[in-house]
């Protein structure tokens, strides 16, 4: 939807390319898009022309959003705002079809789920407020699994920034730090699937900017800013963390 799609162009690392042909060739390509025979990543190429290096494909199967009364046997005349999106993501790469992502979700949001928008929730904004907080979570699914949040620097003083913005993180959240080793391959395909990680401490977030965040680290391990190499150091939102924002 659009909101999957501007949340991740808003990561700078996808984009979305729209690409306009003559009659005769579009109707070429659109014999080509639609041959069963051809992957479907490259049936997309045809179809859209030539994208970045992934392709997001996504479809919702059912969003519900609804009042709803907490306590209706006290007839109290309370409503609160609920909200249920299913939905299938995929994700795949453009060089070699091969599917980097994907997932079915079933996602609920209550009350404290919609307060994390901060506005108030009416009759006319609960469908889009719903379909917001599951962009939200589908979009941070995704980035999690393939861009997920990096440590750019460290400093002697365990000061650190972060490759995400205000878009994507908050001050005052914690996350788990892993530095990474070995590639984890599918032993068939022989497409990386995750990587060895080892938990070396946590950032609390402490400042927020639109491409930049900063933080500090707190770790047991001495003198981390000597090892500091880029993409080793990942970051993950901590479960308590999760918890709190409903997500």
Do not use: C
């Not at 999106?85 to 091969?98: G, N």
């Not at 933080?215 to 080793?232: A, C, I, M, N």
Request: glycine share 4%.
């Amino acid at each position: 939807t659009s909101q999957i799609k501007s949340r991740l162009t808003a990561s700078r690392k996808f984009s979305v390319i729209e690409t306009n042909f003559e009659e005769e060739t579009a109707s070429y390509l659109k014999r080509l898009a639609s041959n069963p025979l051809i992957p479907l990543a490259e049936r997309i190429l045809v179809k859209k022309g030539v994208p970045p290096d992934l392709i997001v494909l996504g479809s919702a199967r059912r969003i519900r959003a609804e009042f709803t009364d907490p306590f209706p046997d006290q007839k109290l005349g309370i409503s609160i705002p609920k909200g249920n999106v299913e939905a299938s993501i995929q994700v795949i790469s453009t060089s070699d079809s091969l599917i980097k992502y994907q997932d079915s979700v079933s996602l609920e949001f209550d009350l404290n789920d919609f307060k994390t928008l901060g506005r108030k929730i009416t009759k006319d904004n609960l469908y889009f407020s719903t379909v917001e907080l599951a962009a939200k979570k589908i979009t941070k699914n995704i980035m999690d699994q393939i861009y997920p949040v990096l440590l750019t620097s460290i400093s002697k003083d365990n000061n650190v920034s972060l490759n995400f913005g205000e878009e994507f993180l908050n001050a005052g959240d914690t996350y788990e730090v892993f530095i990474r080793s070995n590639a984890i391959n599918d032993p068939y395909t022989k497409e990386n699937i995750s990587w060895n990680e080892s938990l070396i401490g946590e950032v609390l977030i402490t400042r927020t900017l639109p491409k930049i965040s900063f933080g500090t680290l707190s770790t047991e391990h001495r003198d981390v800013y000597k090892q500091f190499e880029p993409k080793r150091y990942v970051a993950y939102l901590k479960e308590n963390d999760k918890q709190e924002k409903g997500t």
